[in-house]
């Protein structure tokens, strides 16, 4: 069994080539980050729940990695009609999912229950998870005040500076028992490019999660979202630097020390392979663009081959 | 101050006469029947009181006199895709609708309040009072037993012979103050020529609703929904037979003899003017047709000039 910790887009790209190699499909378990769910017009959107199961359904929207293809905008155009603001890009067939999530989290069921249902509604065969089913948001906070994550990723599209992030609810969430049971169960753990801060960082923080990874007996490896100190999608860099990191693969590669096998990093970022090693993670360098399905696959083809190298 | 009785389709067109008459706008009250309403996917639909809401704020769809002019059904293609029943034709932009009317209801607003904000962002400057704040369901008795009105009037294309109906709730159900007050204020009421079975009939079963009707200084005027035996839109004749009443124009008056003062009746029902008026009804013969907006505001024209003859 593989484990991927993800977030949204630049997780789900691993996350599908990941699914074209592993079999039985079922063997491939998502941990996805929930930090960054939000209500608009009191129905509960979970973004990055939502990208990789429209990635793993085949149905996301391509040009930009999230949403439907091919959706319209109808309702949005109306509930702008309303007033309503409308920056949150709900496509019509989006809202679909968010009306039927809301409905059964109504009726009482948890998100990892309501996910399960959707998922295996839109014949995902892999199995997605919600990092907890207790609420936890991410506030951003930049030197005009705090701002929740979707205000600041989408309606001020990460233009302010970040001095700060925290995680509002984390100190009681914990991670579900789906997830730990996996992280137990898996033979390799892949910590997918997505943003280390606001991304994996939810997952991470979560009481007991960092704990469960280090006791796991799975290979762990980490796939770098940086290549030559630049993202290839979001504010990672801006991020991290605000936050007093170093916005290097080194940097990113820091945050998962603790517990990390083995880092795959780009060839960009070769000359950072000592500065790796000495923090007692094996390195592998090669490209770790994604831009087709063929490099999503040769990647996490590269992924897994690193569980033949063993903890090492 | 006019105060309209009325249900979906048949009943706004009426409603958009008097509008085209009414001045200042807000003279207009429009009670609305609320025994319709559903929910689908969870969100709170109130079929009659949006077709009258959607044609006050001229973007009704006029072909089919419900929904909205130029809708999509995107969302509903996709909620199909998760295996839902799809048979009540939501479109994107009347999603916008039922989910905001979700959404306030689940803040404690009541219907009215919510009816009132809605119908206040589209720019309709009319009264749209729901009947009731309170639950009431039209449920309608077939041969093979009891189904919900929306069952019974779309997914089964209202099909089922009906030999019985009777609304869930009623007895615990009550006018609203809002409603009460407007018919205390009224110079004149107006039943529209909206089915007097399951449209105004469960207005007219609300307790208490008729005792106020019939104290309600007003002069109180109904259109007929028939012509000639036969109904403009709906199932109004057979469940009127089902039922046991004559399906005529003096069958649908005769269900407001307690309390009616004049009836406008279609030139093809002119014999019928000495049955009606033995029920001490006055009666006017016109056309009442409503294809087009001209039918429309000549029609209102005439029920207006009614409260010039008075209660007679």
Redesign the interface.
Known sequence: MIVALAGGVGGSKLVEGLAHLVSPPEDLVVVVNTADDEEF???YVSPDLDTVMYTLAGIVNRDSGWG?ED??F??????G????ETWFRL???????H??R??EL?QGKSLTEVTAG?TR??GVRARILPMSDDPVRTIVQTPEGEVAFQEYFVKRRASDPVVGVRFEGIDRARPTPQVLSALREAEMIVVCPSNPIVSIGPILSLPGFREALREAQAVKVAVSPLAAGRAFKGPTVEMMQGLGYEASSFGVISLYCDFLHVALIDESDAELTPRIQELGIRVVVRSIAMRTLEEKVALAKAVLEVASLGRG
Chains 1, 2 share one sequence.
């Open positions: 017009y009191g129905l439907v959706d319209t109808e309702a949005l155009g109306m509930l009609r309303y007033g309503e496509g019509d067939k989006d809202l679909a999912t009306i039927l809301t409905r109504r959707l509604r839109l």
